[in-house]
């Protein structure tokens, strides 16, 4: 079995190779180690995108607005996904961002999980069906992750989602009051022994 980092050096070599920058290469690196830590196909996929990038020339896109359409062919997920990162601080305060055709999705996905951990907040994705919860690049919740992921997709809308508590407020103070059990009141020889409470002083 390969470690990771024997899978993000050989990704970050093979994508030189394939004409991306150092800089880029080690994002792509990054990427496909994560899709794999997740049990994802980032080898397989990124091998059948390289394949396909020989024949067709995909649409970088560099400046990310809350609508983005390619003129021709689909978008490159790479780019689009450093370009995600690099972007992150204005974008995040898009309400919902569209982009129609993006190639292999799932190698854009492995760049979106880890826009989730910068900007610290859970990323819902849709595309074609499918949806998809980005969750601060520890997991990434799906609802066919038993098919596989399509080459392409038509359209997707992502959207940021804003943190919040899964419970009310009444069930934190039962929970609370529960924990106020375990809490010890203060008496004088707590005090006497905690720290920097001595009466002597031993310098």
Request: proline share 2%; charged share 25%; aromatic share 12%.
């Amino acid at each position: 079995m390969r470690s990771l980092s024997e899978i993000e050096t050989a990704v970050k070599r093979a994508s030189r190779a394939v004409g991306f920058s150092w800089g880029d290469s080690e994002e792509i690196g990054k990427s496909i180690r994560l899709l794999e830590l997740f049990g994802l196909h980032g080898i397989k996929n990124l091998n059948q995108y390289y394949k396909e990038k020989e024949t067709k020339k995909f649409e970088n896109l560099n400046l990310i607005s809350e609508k983005n359409e390619p003129s021709l062919e689909s978008f490159c997920p790479i780019i689009l996904g450093v370009s995600f990162l690099d972007q992150i601080k204005s974008i995040e305060n898009f309400e919902t961002i569209h982009f129609k055709k993006i190639a292999y999705p799932i190698i854009f996905l492995s760049f979106l999980s880890r826009t989730s951990e910068i900007c610290g907040k859970k990323i819902y994705a849709r595309f074609d069906k499918n949806e998809i919860l980005l969750n601060l690049n520890v997991n990434i919740c799906s609802n066919f992750f038993d098919q596989e992921f399509p080459k392409f997709a038509n359209e997707m809308e992502i959207k940021f989602v804003n943190n919040q508590d899964n419970f009310t407020d009444s069930e934190w103070n039962n929970l609370y009051k529960l924990a106020e059990n375990t809490f010890v009141e203060e008496s004088d020889s707590l005090k006497q022994g905690a720290a920097g409470a001595g009466l002597t002083d031993n310098d």
